[in-house]
DNA sequence: GATTCGTGGCG
DNA sequence: TCGCCAAGAAT
């Protein structure tokens, strides 16, 4: 498999892992401390999620759930509770069904086995490889849209990678990846870096971009997005807004919630009873009695 | 494959 | 101001 660009590919490695070597942040769970199950609370939590935000709910997750069997543990609404405002808290229960997958099929370690780590819930083809690659150092394809975005711009010479990944792109990035695993780790880890540091998708900077005289976007030109027109996320008045209301409450209560409570953040009545279905559908939610509700096993705040 | 699923910050 | 965007996964 052959990827056209303007230089040879280990004058592209090295440019890149040397800019690396020198510009990665500091971030917690790179450093050689974090185990397989840090990383993997990391990588939940970041997607979809800003790093800033990930930060200090990265470090309260892992000191409450330093093992994935202590959060098993737990109440899956603790899980929820915990995840406060990072936003999709399915991912929290995904979290915590990963952690009793790992704990009751994986004698408690975190799988090092694409495959194994693939078959856990909340894991993908992205969380599945970034594990893989920064906890045990083995050799993936890492396809983030920080990588994706890059490598549109440096190989196809685009602004703007494709809607969903494409099977053309799986291709280009394992093309790329260095040979040897643990390389291929850090170059991962790297070109991720190097997305969402410089090669931004709104104000890429390519000014101080190391790879800014070998990137086809750039030296043809910098062209515009020329595909078709990107779906924004509305939010405004949707389900998802109510639901986030919702839960909200929830998560304050520590423990029982009457209806009443959850009546109170939205007017419309058929909006919110279609929300407060669907988080209980998704098991975000535990209906208790008629018109009282409380996050999934979580423990009653008045005890008999 | 197109949709759904939170939340907040920034240009 | 407000649309865009942020280490995706499941259906």
């Known amino acids: 498999m052959s990827v056209h660009t303007a230089v040879p590919l280990p004058v592209l490695h090295s440019t890149i892992l040397d800019w690396y070597a020198e510009h990665a942040r500091d971030l917690p769970?790179?450093?050689?401390?974090?185990?397989?199950?840090?990383?993997?609370?990391?990588?939940?939590?970041?997607?979809?999620?800003?790093?800033?935000?990930?930060?200090?709910?990265?470090a309260a997750w892992l000191e409450r759930w330093p093992t994935p069997a202590a959060l098993a543990a737990d109440a899956p609404?603790?899980?929820?509770?915990?995840?406060?405002?990072?936003?999709?808290?399915?991912?929290?229960?995904?979290l915590h069904a990963a952690a009793t997958a790992i704990t009751e099929r994986h004698g408690g370690e975190v799988p090092d086995d694409h495959a194994q780590l693939l078959?856990?819930?909340?894991?993908?083809?992205?969380?599945?490889?970034?594990?893989?690659?920064?906890?045990?150092?083995q050799r993936h394809a890492v396809l983030d849209t920080n990588?994706?975005?890059?490598?549109?711009?440096?190989v196809d010479a685009v602004e703007h990678p494709p809607t969903a990944t494409t099977?053309?792109?799986?291709?280009?990035?394992?093309?790329?990846?260095?040979?040897?695993?643990?390389?291929?780790?850090?170059?991962?880890?790297?070109?991720?870096?190097l997305g969402a540091l410089v090669c931004t998708a709104r104000t890429p900077r390519c000014v101080g971009c190391p790879v800014a005289a070998m990137c086809a976007w750039r030296l043809a030109g910098s062209p515009p997005y020329d595909g078709p027109p990107r779906r924004g996320q509305t939010y405004a008045g949707t389900d998802r807004q109510v639901r986030g209301k919702l839960l909200a409450v929830l998560r304050e209560a520590h423990g029982e919630v009457a209806q009443a409570?959850?009546?109170?953040?939205?007017?419309?009545?058929?909006?919110?009873?279609?929300?407060?279905?669907?988080?209980?559908?998704?098991?975000l939610v535990e209906p208790v009695g008629p018109g009282v509700y409380r996050l999934p096993g979580a423990v009653p705040s008045s005890r008999p």
């Open 29 to 58: 769970w790179r450093t050689p401390e974090a185990t397989p199950w840090a990383v993997m609370v990391s990588e939940f939590m970041l997607q979809q999620t800003p790093v800033k935000r990930v930060l200090p709910a990265y």
């Open 77 to 94: 609404g603790e899980a929820v509770r915990m995840w406060g405002r990072l936003g999709y808290p399915r991912r929290a229960l995904r």
């Open 119 to 137: 078959a856990l819930p909340g894991v993908g083809e992205y969380t599945a490889a970034a594990v893989a690659s920064f906890a045990f150092r």
């Open 147 to 154: 990588v994706r975005r890059v490598l549109a711009r440096v």
């Open 167 to 193: 099977a053309a792109e799986r291709r280009t990035a394992t093309a790329l990846l260095p040979d040897a695993d643990g390389t291929a780790a850090t170059w991962a880890v790297a070109v991720m870096e």
């Open 261 to 283: 409570a959850l009546d109170a953040v939205w007017d419309e009545p058929v909006q919110r009873a279609r929300a407060l279905d669907g988080l209980v559908a998704d098991g």
